[in-house]
């Protein structure tokens, strides 16, 4: 076997000493850490876990300061460990290279890391191991790292209940709303008038969130600011460039890692939820019975709004 083919198929580490050059950085590693989550963008692999085992490598800068035995001055395994549980945490996945992508930016975010090697394999969807190995450097993406876990926005959520969705004042609700500095996002429930019923309770759950879709297509017809999100890179794009967001349930509920405790069809539930999921500054209730939530929560009502 040569050198290359056997770096392909060796442990990171190998690729990281055969890349070193004349002056190798130190390294740290985690070898074969095992977990078990719900990931992947099959149908069969929804509703299960399987078990994904990882081998990390990072090579990190020398300290000017000598470590001294103190655990404070070096980059620790639990950094590394930690970033694999906060990325398995954050939400479902379909793809290994998007969780791999994420802990290398979350491991580079470290401020000693400087390379890192991160080998992901699913263990238990055919005979051997499929996997997918990545090398990210702080040089060839420093502004990604950085980006990436910049101090979050916090949103108002607020919930219009049917009668605020068909309200002739809501021209002059989403003027106040754009002109208050925060960024906003609509939440909505179940549109009125019958929709298809299911005998088997999942596929009942995403007829009713495709439901609440509609409502929110609806709404973004009666206003042009109202723009349709169904993804948190969206979200996030949008809070930070001040457009109005119409939440789409759907992807954000069904790939929780924790999904909400909430039935799908009590939408302000559902819209307590995520206003502590966005870590919202305050869920803002119209038409409708305000909520428990873990964030602060005002009721309007129609004929003021919020």
């Not at 580490?13 to 004349?22: I, M, P």
């Not at 149908?43 to 035995?69: C, H, K, M, Y």
Request: net charge negative.
């Amino acid at each position: 076997m040569s050198d290359r083919i056997s770096q392909a198929f060796g442990h990171p580490l190998a690729r990281a000493v055969a890349l070193s050059g004349d002056d190798p950085l130190d390294r740290i590693s985690v070898r074969d850490h095992v977990t078990e989550v719900e990931i992947g963008a099959f149908q069969s692999e929804r509703g299960a876990t399987q078990r994904l085992r990882f081998n990390i490598v990072v090579e990190v800068a020398r300290s000017d300061a000598p470590a001294e035995d103190d655990v404070d001055r070096i980059l620790s395994y639990d950094k590394v460990t930690e970033a694999i549980a906060t990325e398995l945490h954050a939400e479902r996945l379909n793809l290994l290279e998007t969780l791999a992508e994420r802990i290398a930016l979350r491991v580079l975010h470290e401020p000693l890391a400087v390379r890192v090697y991160v080998r992901i394999e699913k263990l238990d969807r055919g005979p051997g191991a499929l996997g997918v190995e990545i090398v990210r450097s702080r040089d060839d993406a420093p502004l990604a790292a950085e980006e990436a876990y910049e101090e979050g926005l916090h949103p108002v959520v607020v919930h219009l209940g049917p009668e605020a969705v068909v309200s002739p004042e809501l021209t002059g609700w989403l003027d106040r709303l754009a002109a208050g500095g925060a960024p906003v996002i609509l939440t909505l429930g179940l549109p009125d008038g019958a929709r298809p019923r299911s005998a088997a309770r999942l596929a009942q759950r995403r007829i009713d969130l495709l439901a609440i879709e509609q409502n929110a297509w609806v709404l973004a017809g009666r206003d042009a600011r109202c723009v349709v999100v169904n993804t948190r890179t969206e979200l996030d794009w949008a809070m930070k460039h001040g457009q109005i967001s119409v939440w789409a349930p759907s992807k954000i509920v069904l790939d929780a890692v924790e999904g909400p405790g909430a039935a799908v069809h009590d939408p302000v539930a559902l819209a307590a939820w995520f206003a502590g999921l966005m870590d919202a500054r305050e869920l803002v209730v119209v038409g409708a019975e305000p909520p428990e939530a873990p964030v602060p929560v005002r009721a309007a009502a129609v004929e003021a709004g919020p």
